[in-house]
C-alpha cells in the first residue's frame, strides 16, 4: 500500500488537467440536484463517482491533487487486496510479490494520478474478489455473502461493464461445483442477482446513453486482442515482464490460475466481441480492473522462479523499476493527459491574466478538446470572471456537459470593449477557427489587438472598432 501510494502521490501535480478529468471537475462543481439532472442526458454510468467527487471537493478543495487523490488512494487499497488475494491462492510470498509487482506497473501510477473513476473501479472489483474467496470459506454465514454482494453493487455503479469481473468469478465457482464442492453455490447464485439488482436502473439509463457517448470509439479488428495489453499496462516491457511472470506460476494452485485468468482475460475478450454490434466499448481503460489479476499471477510466477531466497525477487524488482522508469518519468510530463491536443490551458490562462481588464468578454470555441473552456476557465483566477459572448445557455442550466450558444451571434454582442478569443489549434488567424456566424459578428465590429500561442491553442485579444462619425 505504501509503496503504491509513494509512487502514485510522485508528481501528481505536475501533468494539467485532461479532458475527462475536466469533466469531473466541472460536474463535481454542481449541486447534488444539477448532477442528477445531468446523469438523465448523460454520463449516467459514473453518477456514483459525481456525487462521490462532489463530496470530497466540497471537503478538499479542487486543486490537482485534491482531485486526484481519492485515485491514489484507491490505487494504494487495491495494492493491498493484490497481496491479500495472492497470499490466500499461492501464499504469502507471492502475495507480497503480486502487491509489490502491481505498484510497479506504470498504469497503476498514470491512473492514480486520474480524477476519473477507473482507479476507483480497480479497487471495487479487486475488492469484490477478496471478499469472494472469504465467502467461499466460509460459505455458511450470510454476512460475508450480503459484503461480495455490496461490493458487486460498487462495482456496477461505479462502472457498469467492470461487472465483467463476474466472469472470473463465476469460473472459481463452476471449477469447485465440477470437483463437488458445492456449499458455496447457493450464496453465490443469491449474491450475484442481489448486488446486480441494485444496478438495474443505471443499466436501463446507460443503454440509452451509449450511442451518444461513445459514437466516436470505432470496432476492434482482430488485432486489438493484442494491442491493448501494452496500453492496459502503460508499457509495452513491463505488460511482456508481467504476462511472462504469469505464465511461470501455471504450476501453482488450480484455483488461483482459473480465477485470476478468467479475471484477467475473459472481460476484454467478452468486451471485444461486444464491441462489434451498434457501440463498441473496446477502450483499456474499461479493462484495467485485469491488472490485479495479472500481478496476483506474475506474483506467483516470481515467487516461484526465486523460492527460497528473498535477495533474487528484490533484484528482480529493482531491475523492473529501472526498466519502467522512462515510462513513469514521461506519465508525470505536463500534457500527459491530454496526449492527443496537448492544450496548455494553464498557459492560456496565464496570458488573459497578464493583459486582463474589468470589462472584458470571452468567446470559447470547442472543437478538440472538447472542454476548452472548462479548461481555461479552471486555471484562471476564481475572481476572475469573463462572460462568455455568444453564451445562450450554460451547461449547468442545460443540464448538460456543454452550453448552448446564441442562433443569431451579432444580436448577442452587448457592446464590449474587449473580447478574448481562445480556440484550438495555433493557425495564423484565430478567428479563422471561429464558426462562420459568429466570426463574422465578431470581424464586423472588432480588429484583432494582439494574438499569443501556447501549445494547442491560440489566445487573441479583439478590440472594438472605433464608432465612425457622421
Wanted: hydrophobic share 50%.
Amino acid at each position: 500500500m505504501l509503496g503504491t501510494l509513494a509512487l502514485a502521490v510522485s508528481g501528481i501535480n505536475s501533468p494539467q488537467l485532461g479532458t475527462d478529468e475536466l469533466v469531473t471537475w466541472s460536474v463535481g462543481e454542481r449541486s447534488t440536484g444539477r448532477i442528477l439532472a445531468l446523469v438523465h442526458n448523460v454520463d449516467a454510468v459514473h453518477a456514483a463517482y459525481y456525487l462521490l467527487m462532489h463530496e470530497w471537493m466540497a471537503v478538499f478543495g479542487d486543486s490537482h491533487t485534491a482531485l486526484r487523490m481519492p485515485s491514489a488512494l484507491a490505487m494504494s487499497g487495491a495494492a493491498a487486496f493484490v497481496a491479500l488475494i495472492g497470499g490466500r491462492l499461492f501464499g504469502r510470498r507471492a502475495g507480497l510479490c503480486g502487491g509489490m509487482l502491481f505498484a510497479l506497473i506504470p498504469v497503476v501510477s498514470r491512473f492514480g494520478q486520474e480524477a476519473r473513476s477507473y482507479a476507483l473501479v480497480v479497487l471495487a472489483a479487486t475488492l469484490a474478489t477478496y471478499l469472494l474467496l472469504r465467502a467461499l470459506d466460509r460459505p455458511g454465514s450470510p454476512w460475508r455473502w450480503a459484503g461480495y454482494a455490496l461490493c458487486l453493487a460498487a462495482v456496477g455503479l461505479l462502472h457498469l461493464v467492470a461487472l465483467t469481473v463476474l466472469l472470473g468469478h463465476l469460473a472459481l465457482v463452476v471449477l469447485r461445483f465440477v470437483r463437488r464442492e458445492r456449499s458455496g453455490l447457493w450464496g453465490f447464485c443469491l449474491a450475484v442477482p442481489a448486488g446486480a439488482a441494485c444496478v438495474v436502473p443505471l443499466v436501463l439509463l446507460g443503454r440509452s446513453q451509449a450511442s451518444r457517448q461513445l459514437f466516436w470509439l470505432p470496432a476492434p479488428g482482430v488485432g486489438g486482442l493484442v494491442g491493448i495489453w501494452p496500453q492496459v499496462f502503460a508499457s509495452a516491457l513491463c505488460a511482456g515482464v508481467v504476462i511472462t511472470l504469469a505464465a511461470l506460476a501455471w504450476k501453482e494452485g488450480r484455483d488461483g490460475l482459473v480465477l485470476c485468468l478468467a479475471v484477467a482475460l475473459l472481460p476484454p475478450l467478452v468486451m471485444w466481441a461486444a464491441s462489434h454490434g451498434d457501440v463498441s466499448y473496446f477502450r483499456f481503460q474499461y479493462v484495467m480492473f485485469t491488472v490485479p489479476a495479472w500481478a496476483v499471477l506474475a506474483g506467483a510466477g516470481l515467487a516461484a522462479v526465486t523460492r527460497p531466497s528473498w535477495r533474487p525477487v528484490a533484484v528482480g524488482l529493482a531491475v523492473l523499476a529501472v526498466l519502467v522508469l522512462p515510462d513513469q518519468r514521461t506519465m508525470r510530463g505536463t500534457f500527459q493527459h491530454d496526449v492527443p491536443h496537448g492544450a496548455d490551458y494553464a498557459g492560456a490562462a496565464r496570458t488573459i491574466e497578464k493583459y486582463y481588464r474589468p470589462g472584458d468578454a470571452v468567446v470559447y470555441v470547442r472543437g478538440a478538446p472538447w472542454m476548452l473552456d472548462q479548461g481555461v476557465r479552471y486555471y484562471l483566477r476564481r475572481d476572475l470572471k469573463l462572460p462568455e459572448v455568444f453564451l445562450a445557455e450554460s451547461a449547468v442550466e442545460k443540464n448538460e456537459l456543454y452550453p448552448a450558444h446564441c442562433a443569431q451571434p451579432a444580436k448577442c454582442l452587448k457592446g464590449e470593449g474587449r473580447i478574448w478569443v481562445v480556440v484550438p489549434g495555433t493557425g495564423p488567424d484565430a478567428l479563422d477557427a471561429v464558426p462562420v456566424h459568429q466570426a463574422r459578428a465578431l470581424s464586423a465590429k472588432y480588429t484583432t489587438y494582439g494574438t499569443e500561442r501556447v501549445s494547442g491553442l491560440t489566445v487573441a485579444l479583439l478590440q472594438r472598432k472605433p464608432q465612425r462619425t457622421p
